[in-house]
């Protein structure tokens, strides 16, 4: 939030500090409520994103068309295919509802199925014009709301700005369910009283947080992505001897190398800069 939102909303940098003091403590209560109003609220949020994006996508093509990068670079796809490893870290966060959703791992198989292929459907059609968009647009801190101001105007901007701060609201609040059913587990615990242990911490660190955010941010995040990357190769290496079968063997090898592959240019990109 420290760094979206003042590009969509200039006039809030003077509330920053306040708001990254309130918005962990709304995102504590959020969670508190009943889980199908978290989710429902979640799911309302991902449709507008995805009608939004076409919206967007629609004016990319009206004025820049449809243009491919003609030579990618090794390095560029390289890069862009170990952030792509991150894809795995955020489509895990719901297998730990499994228990909780109705019709389990069935369930849970087909809603994911069903999310990855409309989701990369609506990317790949926003991205297909992306070739002839200026680089003046794409290198902005909130490249779609840039975007959206300069072939929409400002009312789709705005929009753009909020559903993007939202969604990394959303990730936030996703990954807090996630450790609290985990810690759960670990622990033994009621859920409530996981959900109060993670506020502790999150609550602190982030006030802490305001005394240099910009440092906070910048020297934490590259360990945190490094941890998760670790944490997934563990989860695809162990896979096949939960489910004994050519298939599960096939995907946890290719799972594993795009998440070897996620951490390599994650440890490259630190020793270059």
Known sequence: MYHLLPPVFPGVHAYRAALELVLPVVIVAFVFLPIRAVLASLGVLAVAQLVVLLVVAGGE????????????????????????????????????????????????????????????????????PLGGVPNSLLDTAVPGASIAQ??????????VGILTAGGTLALVVAEYLALARLFRWLH????????????????????????????????LLKPSLGALFVSQLLVFLVFPRFRRSLPAVAAAVVASGLAVWGLYTLIAGSAAT
């Open 61 to 128: 093509f009206s004025h820049a068309g449809a243009h491919f990068a003609s030579h990618p670079g090794v390095d560029t796809t390289g890069r862009a295919t170990g952030g792509g490893a991150l894809l795995f870290v955020c489509a895990s966060l719901p297998l730990y509802l499994g228990s909780e959703i109705r019709g389990g791992s069935r369930t849970m198989r087909r809603t994911l199925i069903a999310a990855v292929a409309i989701v990369g459907a609506a990317f790949l059609v926003a991205a297909i």
């Open 150 to 159: 300069a072939y929409s105007g400002r009312a789709l901007a705005v929009t």
């Open 188 to 219: 033994d615990i009621p859920l409530r009283t996981s959900y109060a242990w993670i506020a502790v911490p999150f609550i602190g660190l982030d006030a802490i947080s305001i005394a240099f955010p910009d440092r906070f941010y910048d020297d």
